[in-house]
């Protein structure tokens, strides 16, 4: 028998199918393609620099955030990923005895980490309205991480009450996952300024459209930014690649384009959204960029299993008792998420 190796229930995605003819809105991918300007910048990129390492500090990048965030650069760290940085924060921020919290309902990586890295934690239950409750993070505690708006389901928190939680926990940090704050959610960041334990994290898979170039970034105070800098140059100090680096500061440079998108994934939301309503679905309000929706006539793994006969990918959690009546939908684009409700009537 082989001694000390590690068992841990990893972190489950939603399926990667192979085919060009589905409709695939299993995984909160954005649905229009990248910026113009995002194209331009990687068909110029110089390949014979790669033999090079990339940036320790991706610098540009940080500076293009920071004007785009007025964000000071020395207050920003980009990963592989927002998964990185969070990673990273865990084992930077997390280091007390008592239990972090966060929501038994959201992004299903931060158990993983807490498991992985040792770290006591407590889940804390949504309310009956899937709605996280303030009160409940009053309590000795050794850190939070609030997803807002949640995943996965779409309810945003908003910003005054998201506050009450952080002015109550000053003496841990605080991580505030914004993955989907420019779906219609306001960012916590003019609260940086007043608490110096708040940490951000972002990524580019969503709002930005570059799933597939795997580049995320923190923002907190310059304490803060200082040891989570620690755990990266102890890991990984080459974390982010050339190419990233290049490709995600051509896209913060060309944020309006982005801004155009998410105005229309949140019109096609909403759109679809009374869709389903009309049909007699319970739909969560959602301020990212899918639905939590449960139908009144089939179960949720019938409708599932139908839609994708039919190459439509959607989220099932079969495993999670409050949601197994439910499925997660990503926005696609207004024709795909017509057809899918155009499906979804016949079903139903």
């Avoid at 949504?126 to 009053?138: P, R, V």
């Avoid at 304490?223 to 690649?241: E, F, G, R």
Wanted: with cysteine.
């Amino acid at each position: 028998m082989i001694r000390g190796l590690r068992q841990i229930d990893p972190y489950v995605a939603g399926v990667q199918p192979k085919s060009d003819k589905m409709i695939k809105l299993n995984t909160n991918e954005n649905a229009y393609d990248p910026s113009p300007k995002v194209l331009e910048a990687l068909a110029h990129f110089d390949g014979n620099s790669l033999r090079k390492y990339s940036s320790l500090d991706q610098a540009a990048l940080r500076q293009a955030l920071s004007s785009q965030l007025q964000v000071p650069a020395d207050q920003i760290i980009v990963g592989n990923g927002s998964d990185d940085i969070l990673s990273m924060a865990f084992l930077a921020f997390f280091n007390d005895n008592l239990s972090v919290l966060f929501p038994d309902l959201t992004y299903g990586f931060y158990k993983v980490w807490a498991d992985l890295y040792h770290i006591p934690f407590k889940e804390i239950p949504l309310t009956e309205t899937f709605e996280i409750d303030g009160s409940a993070y009053q309590q000795p505690n050794g850190g939070l991480v609030i997803t807002n708006p949640n995943a996965p389901t779409g309810i945003y928190k908003p910003l005054e009450e998201l506050e009450e939680i952080i002015a109550a926990n000053q003496d841990v940090v605080v991580i505030v996952d914004e993955a989907y704050v420019n779906f219609g959610g306001q960012t916590a960041l003019p609260l940086l300024d007043k608490y110096d334990n708040l940490f951000i994290t972002r990524t580019f898979s969503k709002d930005a459209a570059l799933a597939g170039l795997r580049v995320g970034y923190g923002i907190g105070s310059s304490k803060l930014i200082a040891i989570i800098n620690a755990i990266k140059n102890s890991v990984n100090p080459y974390n982010v690649d050339a190419v990233a680096e290049v490709v995600a500061t051509a896209a913060v440079e060309d944020w309006a384009y982005y801004e155009g998108n998410c105005q229309q994934i949140m019109t096609t939301r909403d759109w679809f959204t009374q869709g389903l309503l009309d049909l007699g679905f319970e739909v969560l309000p959602s301020q990212t960029n899918f639905v939590l929706a449960k139908s009144q006539t089939v179960s949720a793994s019938y409708l599932f299993q139908k839609l994708e006969e039919k190459a439509i990918y959607v989220r099932y959690f079969p495993k999670v008792a409050r949601l197994r009546d439910y499925l997660r939908i990503s926005i696609g684009t207004q024709a795909e998420m017509e057809e899918v409700l155009a499906e979804m009537e016949r079903i139903c």
